[in-house]
Structures are given as C-alpha cells and as structure tokens.
C-alpha cells in the first residue's frame, strides 16, 4: 500500500518528505538554466520572485496546476495536503481541484485543508467597523500592477488575489458535495493524519480554519 503524502499549493513551506507542488509561473521559468538570472538582472522579475525560484529549485518544488491534473496516478497517496489555496480558485476550479484529489487519494485516504477563514473576518468587521480592512482582508480585491511589469510579474508568480472564500461549514458542504466523506473541522494543531511527521497542523493558525474528510473506501 502506497504511504506517498502530497502538499499542494505548498509555496514557501514545502513539507519534508513529502512530494511538494505550486502552480507558480516562476517553476516553469526555473527549468530553463540562467533565465531567472536574466529575468532578475534586467529587472523584468522582482527580487522576491527570483528568491522563490531559487528556493523552489533547492527544495524540490514541483510544477502543478492541481485544478486541472495533479502529475500522479489513480490511488497513488495516502495523504494530500493544501494550505490557503483553495481560495485562490473559482468554484468550479476548486470543485475540479477536489475531484483530482479524490482521484489520487488511495480509498481511506485524507485530505486536510486550510484556507482563510471568513466567519473570524466577519466577526472582526462587526467588532471594529472598519470595511476597508474587511476587504482589503479578504484578499477579494487586490490593486493589480499594470504595463509591462504587472504583465511580467503575473507570468513569473501568477494571481496572487483570492477569487472565493470559506468559513467551516461551507467547506465542510464542498468536501461532502465532492464526494468525501467523515468531513470535520479541525482545531488548530489536531490531525487525523497518522504519524503525521513533519506536517504543521497549526500552519497560519492565526486567520486559517482547517478541515479533513476522508476518500470513500
């Protein structure tokens, strides 16, 4: 039985050990040799861009549009993991995001899932008042660079706004809705995952609500 573990969306925090994939532009331009170099020196990528890119190559960070294919065959894992990724995708993405995962889980296999969490967004907004940061919070609105620099930096990091977003529940409906099942919000550092390793179950605690469901036998 395969014991293969997927982080998808990993970003900056990639898991060790396991088999970590983004769908940042900068991975494709990381696979031509000395192109991130020119890129950078001619100023067309950012210093943060060229320092993803770097640290992608280092850590084996591999290329991954998970809403269309995820790169790996029926049943190969037994764990797939996302962090605030969801929330970049429309519905429809996240719902194609979801029925590739439940194609590469394994029958008993977990999806744990963490993104922004809009009930503790909302309950602030009604605390404090202030709508401005309410939005700006959300991430649904985000000012985009415009000219040949906006354009470039797209290409090398991709969208970077948030085009949905969730609280428990509706994440719970989602995970149900695609087929999963025994779906259970999760606290902060608490995991059905066995022997989870080096997984952090309290990656960005501070604004995330995290969920698990479980691949049908």
Not at 69 to 83: M, N, Q, R, T
Not at 157 to 185: C, I, K, N, Q
Request: charged letters at 25%.
């Amino acid at each position: 039985m395969t014991n293969l573990r997927i982080n998808i969306g990993c970003g900056m925090t990639p898991t060790e050990g396991w088999r970590n994939f983004d769908n940042s532009p900068g991975l494709r331009l990381a696979r031509v040799p000395l192109l991130p170099e020119l890129l950078r020196r001619t100023g067309l990528i950012n210093e943060s861009q060229y320092a993803f890119i770097r640290f992608a190559r280092a850590n084996r960070i591999e290329y991954c549009d998970a809403s269309k294919k995820i790169p790996l065959g029926d049943g190969a894992a037994e764990v797939i993991y996302s962090s605030h990724m969801l929330e970049h995708l429309t519905p429809a993405g996240a719902r194609s995001f979801l029925r590739e995962a439940g194609r590469v889980l394994r029958p008993g296999g977990i999806i744990r899932l963490a993104v922004p969490d809009l009930s503790r967004q909302a309950r602030k907004y009604l605390e404090e008042g202030d709508a401005d940061a309410f939005v700006t919070a959300t991430g649904l609105a985000v000012p985009e660079r415009r000219g040949i620099a906006g354009l470039l930096g797209r290409l090398a990091a991709g969208p970077r706004h948030h085009r949905w977003m969730y609280d428990g529940p509706s994440l719970l409906r989602l995970l149900a809705s695609s087929g999963f099942t025994e779906a259970r919000v999760m606290p902060p550092g608490e995991t059905g995952i066995p022997d989870p390793g080096p997984l952090d179950p309290r990656e960005r605690e501070s604004d995330s609500v995290y969920a698990e469901a479980v691949k049908q036998a």
